[in-house]
Protein backbone atom coordinates (compact mmCIF):
# COMPACT_ATOMS: atom_id res chain seq x y z
CA UNK A 1 0.00 0.00 0.00
CA UNK A 2 1.09 3.39 -0.88
CA UNK A 3 2.08 5.67 1.97
CA UNK A 4 3.26 9.48 1.81
CA UNK A 5 3.18 11.01 5.37
CA UNK A 6 4.06 14.49 5.60
CA UNK A 7 6.03 15.85 9.02
CA UNK A 8 7.90 19.33 10.11
CA UNK A 9 4.97 21.94 9.75
CA UNK A 10 4.40 24.10 12.20
CA UNK A 11 4.70 27.97 13.48
CA UNK A 12 7.18 29.98 12.14
CA UNK A 13 7.78 34.00 11.89
CA UNK A 14 7.80 35.62 9.11
CA UNK A 15 11.27 35.61 7.80
CA UNK A 16 12.33 32.10 8.85
CA UNK A 17 13.00 29.17 7.71
CA UNK A 18 11.52 25.76 8.40
CA UNK A 19 12.08 22.34 6.02
CA UNK A 20 9.01 19.50 5.37
CA UNK A 21 9.63 16.15 4.95
CA UNK A 22 7.84 13.28 3.17
CA UNK A 23 8.47 9.52 3.71
CA UNK A 24 6.95 7.32 1.35
CA UNK A 25 6.85 3.38 1.36
CA UNK A 26 4.46 1.17 -0.53
CA UNK A 27 6.23 2.17 -3.73
CA UNK A 28 9.34 2.50 -6.18
CA UNK A 29 10.09 5.60 -4.63
CA UNK A 30 13.12 6.45 -6.66
CA UNK A 31 11.61 5.75 -9.71
CA UNK A 32 8.84 8.35 -9.27
CA UNK A 33 9.34 12.28 -9.49
CA UNK A 34 7.57 13.99 -6.52
CA UNK A 35 5.91 17.48 -5.78
CA UNK A 36 4.73 19.41 -2.96
CA UNK A 37 0.99 20.86 -3.58
CA UNK A 38 -0.24 23.73 -0.45
CA UNK A 39 -3.65 24.99 -0.26
CA UNK A 40 -4.05 27.58 1.86
CA UNK A 41 -6.86 27.70 4.70
CA UNK A 42 -10.09 28.18 2.57
CA UNK A 43 -9.11 28.19 -0.52
CA UNK A 44 -8.23 25.73 -3.77
CA UNK A 45 -4.77 23.92 -4.35
CA UNK A 46 -1.74 25.55 -5.44
CA UNK A 47 0.78 23.13 -6.82
CA UNK A 48 4.94 24.23 -5.25
CA UNK A 49 7.43 22.53 -6.65
CA UNK A 50 8.35 18.85 -8.68
CA UNK A 51 11.56 16.89 -8.26
CA UNK A 52 12.83 14.26 -10.95
CA UNK A 53 13.27 11.13 -9.90
CA UNK A 54 16.78 11.35 -9.83
CA UNK A 55 16.59 14.41 -8.53
CA UNK A 56 18.91 16.02 -11.24
CA UNK A 57 15.71 18.31 -12.18
CA UNK A 58 13.65 20.54 -10.13
CA UNK A 59 10.43 22.89 -11.24
CA UNK A 60 9.37 25.67 -8.83
CA UNK A 61 6.12 27.73 -8.90
CA UNK A 62 6.85 31.92 -9.40
CA UNK A 63 5.63 32.28 -6.30
CA UNK A 64 8.54 30.26 -4.20
CA UNK A 65 11.30 30.22 -6.56
CA UNK A 66 14.44 31.27 -4.94
CA UNK A 67 12.72 30.93 -1.80
CA UNK A 68 12.03 27.54 -1.77
CA UNK A 69 14.09 24.36 -2.37
CA UNK A 70 13.14 20.41 -3.03
CA UNK A 71 15.39 17.39 -2.53
CA UNK A 72 14.97 14.02 -2.25
CA UNK A 73 16.96 11.04 -0.40
CA UNK A 74 16.32 8.22 -2.64
CA UNK A 75 18.44 5.94 0.17
CA UNK A 76 15.83 6.69 2.84
CA UNK A 77 12.48 6.92 0.55
CA UNK A 78 12.24 10.61 1.47
CA UNK A 79 10.96 14.10 0.62
CA UNK A 80 12.29 17.10 1.54
CA UNK A 81 10.96 20.99 1.36
CA UNK A 82 13.17 23.27 2.48
CA UNK A 83 11.54 26.63 2.80
CA UNK A 84 13.13 30.02 3.61
CA UNK A 85 12.22 33.71 3.96
CA UNK A 86 8.35 32.71 4.93
CA UNK A 87 5.88 34.93 4.17
CA UNK A 88 2.35 35.03 5.84
CA UNK A 89 1.24 34.07 2.82
CA UNK A 90 2.77 30.72 2.51
CA UNK A 91 0.64 29.96 5.59
CA UNK A 92 -1.03 26.71 4.07
CA UNK A 93 -1.03 22.99 4.44
CA UNK A 94 1.33 21.23 2.52
CA UNK A 95 0.95 17.98 0.49
CA UNK A 96 3.51 15.57 -0.91
CA UNK A 97 1.80 13.94 -3.74
CA UNK A 98 3.09 10.69 -5.93
CA UNK A 99 2.98 10.91 -10.23
CA UNK A 100 0.81 8.25 -11.41
CA UNK A 101 3.58 7.20 -13.66
CA UNK A 102 7.45 7.61 -12.75
CA UNK A 103 7.73 10.73 -15.13
CA UNK A 104 4.45 12.71 -15.74
CA UNK A 105 0.72 11.85 -15.47
CA UNK A 106 -1.30 13.50 -12.53
CA UNK A 107 -1.01 13.06 -8.79
CA UNK A 108 -2.74 9.31 -7.72
CA UNK A 109 -1.38 9.47 -4.14
CA UNK A 110 -1.13 12.23 -1.50
CA UNK A 111 -0.14 12.39 2.00
CA UNK A 112 -2.83 14.08 4.70
CA UNK A 113 -0.98 17.07 4.59
CA UNK A 114 1.62 19.37 7.22
CA UNK A 115 0.28 22.94 8.48
CA UNK A 116 2.44 25.42 8.07
CA UNK A 117 1.78 28.63 9.91
CA UNK A 118 3.93 31.94 9.46
CA UNK A 119 2.56 34.52 11.64
CA UNK A 120 4.29 36.94 14.15
CA UNK B 1 0.74 29.19 -18.02
CA UNK B 2 -2.36 27.59 -18.65
CA UNK B 3 -5.03 29.01 -16.61
CA UNK B 4 -7.97 26.86 -15.46
CA UNK B 5 -11.31 28.38 -15.35
CA UNK B 6 -14.21 26.08 -13.51
CA UNK B 7 -18.19 26.73 -13.70
CA UNK B 8 -20.10 27.16 -11.82
CA UNK B 9 -18.81 28.29 -8.28
CA UNK B 10 -21.19 26.38 -6.28
CA UNK B 11 -23.35 24.07 -7.84
CA UNK B 12 -26.20 23.05 -5.55
CA UNK B 13 -28.26 19.19 -6.31
CA UNK B 14 -30.07 16.80 -4.31
CA UNK B 15 -29.16 13.05 -4.16
CA UNK B 16 -29.91 11.44 -7.45
CA UNK B 17 -29.37 14.20 -9.81
CA UNK B 18 -26.93 14.61 -12.05
CA UNK B 19 -23.77 17.04 -11.98
CA UNK B 20 -22.35 18.42 -14.44
CA UNK B 21 -18.75 20.39 -13.89
CA UNK B 22 -16.72 22.18 -16.88
CA UNK B 23 -13.23 22.71 -16.73
CA UNK B 24 -11.90 25.65 -19.50
CA UNK B 25 -8.14 26.23 -20.31
CA UNK B 26 -6.28 29.31 -21.52
CA UNK B 27 -4.53 27.30 -24.00
CA UNK B 28 -5.16 23.63 -25.33
CA UNK B 29 -4.34 21.24 -22.89
CA UNK B 30 -1.96 18.86 -24.96
CA UNK B 31 -2.86 15.01 -25.10
CA UNK B 32 -5.29 15.62 -22.56
CA UNK B 33 -3.74 15.66 -19.89
CA UNK B 34 -6.36 16.51 -17.92
CA UNK B 35 -7.17 15.48 -14.22
CA UNK B 36 -10.23 15.91 -11.86
CA UNK B 37 -10.24 15.29 -7.79
CA UNK B 38 -12.59 15.50 -5.38
CA UNK B 39 -11.70 16.85 -2.05
CA UNK B 40 -13.39 16.72 1.25
CA UNK B 41 -13.02 18.88 4.51
CA UNK B 42 -9.97 17.99 6.36
CA UNK B 43 -8.98 15.64 3.95
CA UNK B 44 -6.60 14.94 0.70
CA UNK B 45 -7.60 15.42 -2.45
CA UNK B 46 -8.55 12.10 -4.20
CA UNK B 47 -7.95 11.51 -8.08
CA UNK B 48 -10.99 10.55 -9.87
CA UNK B 49 -10.11 10.82 -13.73
CA UNK B 50 -7.11 11.20 -15.71
CA UNK B 51 -6.18 11.93 -19.35
CA UNK B 52 -9.77 13.88 -19.59
CA UNK B 53 -11.23 10.50 -19.36
CA UNK B 54 -9.70 7.92 -17.88
CA UNK B 55 -11.34 6.58 -14.51
CA UNK B 56 -8.94 6.53 -11.91
CA UNK B 57 -8.37 3.21 -9.50
CA UNK B 58 -11.58 2.38 -7.88
CA UNK B 59 -13.60 5.20 -8.62
CA UNK B 60 -16.86 4.13 -9.08
CA UNK B 61 -18.81 4.17 -12.70
CA UNK B 62 -21.25 7.20 -12.23
CA UNK B 63 -18.10 9.80 -12.53
CA UNK B 64 -17.14 10.14 -16.12
CA UNK B 65 -14.97 12.76 -17.46
CA UNK B 66 -14.67 14.35 -21.26
CA UNK B 67 -13.72 16.92 -23.33
CA UNK B 68 -10.30 18.27 -25.59
CA UNK B 69 -8.49 20.96 -26.61
CA UNK B 70 -9.46 23.78 -24.04
CA UNK B 71 -13.15 22.40 -22.87
CA UNK B 72 -13.54 20.00 -20.57
CA UNK B 73 -16.64 18.34 -18.04
CA UNK B 74 -16.97 16.26 -15.51
CA UNK B 75 -20.14 14.74 -15.07
CA UNK B 76 -21.83 12.50 -12.35
CA UNK B 77 -24.39 10.91 -13.19
CA UNK B 78 -26.68 10.25 -10.45
CA UNK B 79 -25.27 12.06 -6.90
CA UNK B 80 -24.58 9.79 -3.37
CA UNK B 81 -24.31 11.55 -0.70
CA UNK B 82 -20.70 11.17 -0.52
CA UNK B 83 -20.67 12.87 -3.76
CA UNK B 84 -20.95 16.24 -1.87
CA UNK B 85 -17.21 17.75 -2.03
CA UNK B 86 -14.86 20.14 -3.66
CA UNK B 87 -14.12 19.36 -7.46
CA UNK B 88 -11.15 20.63 -8.96
CA UNK B 89 -9.48 20.35 -12.74
CA UNK B 90 -5.81 20.06 -13.40
CA UNK B 91 -3.59 20.14 -15.87
CA UNK B 92 -0.41 18.17 -16.00
CA UNK B 93 0.63 18.43 -19.66
CA UNK B 94 2.90 22.21 -19.62
CA UNK B 95 3.73 21.88 -15.76
CA UNK B 96 1.24 22.18 -13.67
CA UNK B 97 -1.96 24.28 -12.83
CA UNK B 98 -5.21 23.18 -10.78
CA UNK B 99 -8.82 25.19 -11.69
CA UNK B 100 -10.10 27.11 -8.58
CA UNK B 101 -12.77 24.23 -7.69
CA UNK B 102 -15.92 23.99 -7.82
CA UNK B 103 -18.34 23.01 -4.65
CA UNK B 104 -21.20 20.76 -5.10
CA UNK B 105 -23.22 21.47 -2.23
CA UNK B 106 -26.96 19.29 -1.48
CA UNK B 107 -29.76 21.79 -2.24
Known amino acids: EVQLVESGGGLVQPGGSLRLSCAASGFTFSSYSMSWVRQAPGKGLEWVST????????YYADSVRGRFTISRDNSKNTLYLQMNSLRAEDTAVFYCAKRQTPNYGPFDYWGQGTLVTVSS | EIVLTQSPGTLSLSPGERATLSCRAS???????LGWYQQKPGQAPRLLIYGASSRATGIPDRFSGSGSGTDFTLTISRLEPEDFAVYYCQQYGRSFTFGPGTKVDIK
Open chain 1, 51 to 58: ISDSGGST
Open chain 2, 27 to 33: QSVSSSY
